[in-house]
């Protein structure tokens, strides 16, 4: 068959023309189409995780400009998490901070919504971001500048405007209720909230991105040690989660995660009360801890800085399980 070169030279043009026509015509989502679109997974998030879900919101509006940025459309990427040496899934390769680097693609956009809120969750790095306040999300945008999440030295400065001018805050105190706090956060002082530091704080409460904790002052007779890296307090006499928390400006509910116990659960006499998230794993010399006798899971993670969760799941054990005397359980 004789082929008509010009015939098939327009042809090629053609679909070149219409390909960049459609591509032009896709509908472009608005700040308040993506946030109408993914407040309720935020919010979700926030009671599942506890991050704020102003800053989820945020992140995403900024990471994938409202949905429609290139690892957002082609990779459901929304929040820019680079591959990393543990991810194990697809990839695309997308030019950032510096060329051809490799970025996380997900099948849907909640799957990636859903590794945002593990990754914050689960890296030693952000376990600071989690002493504030799930309504403080200057402190939130701050903390995760200062941890290294972006390179973008406005980072937090651009989050917090984010979150402000489109009133994400409300989703921090009601979730989707927004009728009925709208008018309730319209009468808070506009002025208070941006009287407080735009900018990264220096010295004193800086969080250390090299050993990932906040230097927390002894005071009112306590005296903050450190086990594991990780910073915790041994009570008084008459002393409560509540009343800790207050002293050294602990979201409670945090306080009682940090710890292991369920909320409203009465301190220990001596018992060790961590103001930090606990590691993953002791990361000390020893290897193992011989259990004494009546002791439990819970103790020894208390004694070593260690979550339960992780203790229990190393040593295949349930996490309230009771250790007999002599039992060797595994710190790493």
């Known amino acids: 068959m004789k082929i008509d070169f010009r015939t098939l030279l327009l042809a090629v043009v053609a679909l070149t023309i219409w390909s960049g026509v459609a591509a032009q015509s896709r509908v472009k989502y608005t700040t308040e189409e993506y946030i109408a679109r993914w407040s309720k997974i935020a919010v979700e998030h926030q009671e599942k995780y506890g991050i704020p879900a102003s800053i989820t919101l945020a992140q995403g509006i900024l990471e994938s400009n409202n949905g429609n940025g290139r690892l957002a459309v082609e990779a459901n990427n929304h929040f820019g998490i680079k591959c990393k040496k543990d991810w194990t899934g697809p990839s695309i390769s997308h030019d950032d901070d510096a060329v051809g680097e490799c970025f996380r693609k997900y099948h849907s956009a909640e799957e990636s919504f859903e590794d945002h809120a593990n990754y914050i969750d689960t890296q030693p790095r952000y376990d600071s971001l989690f002493r504030h306040s799930e309504t403080d999300y200057a402190a939130w945008a701050r903390g995760l500048k200062?941890?290294?999440?972006?390179?973008?030295?406005?980072?937090?400065?651009?989050?917090?405007?984010?979150?402000?001018?489109?009133?994400?805050?409300?989703?921090?105190?009601?979730?989707?209720?927004?009728?009925?706090?709208?008018?309730?956060?319209?009468?808070?002082?506009?002025?208070?909230?941006?009287?407080?530091?735009?900018?990264?704080?220096?010295?004193?409460?800086?969080?250390?991105?090299?050993?990932?904790?906040?230097?927390?002052?002894?005071?009112?007779?306590?005296?903050?040690?450190?086990?594991?890296?990780?910073?915790?307090?041994?009570?008084?006499?008459?002393?409560?989660?509540?009343?800790?928390?207050?002293?050294?400006?602990?979201?409670?509910?945090?306080?009682?995660?940090?710890?292991?116990?369920?909320?409203?659960?009465?301190?220990?006499?001596?018992?060790?009360?961590?103001?930090?998230?606990?590691?993953?794993?002791?990361?000390?010399?020893?290897?193992?801890?011989?259990?004494?006798?009546?002791?439990?899971?819970?103790?020894?993670?208390?004694?070593?800085?260690?979550?339960?969760?992780?203790?229990?799941?190393?040593?295949?054990?349930?996490?309230?399980?009771?250790?007999?005397?002599?039992?060797?359980?595994?710190?790493?």
């Open 146 to 332: 200062a941890a290294g999440y972006a390179t973008d030295p406005q980072y937090a400065e651009k989050l917090i405007r984010i979150i402000e001018e489109n009133k994400l805050y409300i989703y921090d105190r009601g979730g989707n209720a927004l009728d009925e706090r709208v008018a309730e956060v319209e009468k808070v002082d506009s002025q208070v909230r941006r009287e407080q530091p735009t900018t990264q704080p220096t010295g004193e409460g800086v969080v250390d991105i090299d050993n990932y904790t906040v230097t927390v002052n002894p005071h009112h007779g306590y005296a903050v040690q450190m086990v594991n890296g990780v910073e915790y307090v041994v009570p008084k006499a008459g002393d409560t989660f509540e009343k800790i928390a207050s002293l050294f400006d602990v979201p409670v509910k945090k306080l009682y995660k940090f710890n292991d116990v369920a909320f409203g659960a009465a301190l220990g006499e001596g018992e060790r009360v961590f103001l930090q998230r606990k590691q993953k794993q002791y990361i000390g010399s020893e290897l193992y801890h011989t259990a004494e006798e009546g002791e439990t899971l819970r103790e020894v993670a208390q004694r070593y800085g260690v979550r339960v969760a992780k203790l229990a799941a190393l040593n295949r054990l349930s996490s309230d399980a009771a250790l007999h005397e002599g039992q060797h359980v595994k710190l790493r």
